[in-house]
């Protein structure tokens, strides 16, 4: 498996612009972020832990699934690259015990494959984003980023709770509910609802909602948002009062559920 375009390079300081504020991930207690690597390419997981420790972060790998479940257990990793086609167990079922230990940990999809129901079937099962191989290490790079920045973890404490008709959700403790029922969100979900809570009663363009979300141009697949959208109906919406509306030919907006008129 090719995985990158041409002959990669290590990132440069002047291409990735460190010192413009790129040092700002990290963990509250100035320990850099976890990264786990999993592929079983030899000289992939090398170059893409090479670029990974330029950022300053701290990179383990391993070659298959098994060991993958064994490094998160010990390491407790702030995002996973994750290759679809593994040795041993593939990438959704690896996707699925890593969630069932780390339940909110951002994943990012390594796949060698182009079809959409396969980038489809990676971002159902929970996972956060992907790339199709061959890609750049500097794309890698820039959404892991995106990723990581989209978890809050990493975030200085805000104590700042949204309110939005009988919704709240609180930035600190990431807790979301609705009419004070909890809903539980992946961490994409949570940064989408976050950024329509910030913006009420604003209408939001798809191109707006992949910038902010996503942190990135998404090469014009701005299906992801509808997608995630629905994920989003589905919890928040889901046998109440509508919330979240669409506008159609201009985007999405969320705005306070219209109550019932009063009968009798």
Partial sequence: MRSTNGTPGIPQPAQQGRPNGKDDLKHPDG???????????????????????YEGWEVRAAAGGSEAIRIARQMRPDAVVLDMMLPDIDGLEVLRRLRAQLDDIPVLFLT???????????????????????????????????LVRRTGRLLSPSNAVLTVGDLTLDEDSRDVRRGGEQISLTATEFELLRYLMRNPRRVLSKAQ??????????????????????????????GR?????????????????????PTG
């Fill in 31 to 53: 320990s850099p972020v976890r990264v786990l690597v999993v592929d079983d390419e030899p000289s992939l997981t090398e170059l893409l832990s090479m670029a990974l420790r």
């Fill in 112 to 146: 060698a494959r182009d079809a959409v129901e396969d980038r489809v079937a990676g971002l159902t099962a929970g996972g956060d984003d992907y790339v199709t191989k061959p890609f750049s290490l500097e794309e890698v790079v820039a959404r892991l980023r995106g």
């Fill in 209 to 238: 909602i992949l910038d902010r979300v996503w942190n990135y141009d998404f090469g014009g697949q701005a299906n992801v948002v509808e997608l995630y959208i629905s994920y989003l109906r589905k919890k928040i919406d889901a």
């Fill in 241 to 261: 009062p509508p919330m979240i509306h669409t506008m159609r030919g201009a985007g999405y907006v969320l705005k306070p559920a219209e109550q019932p008129a």
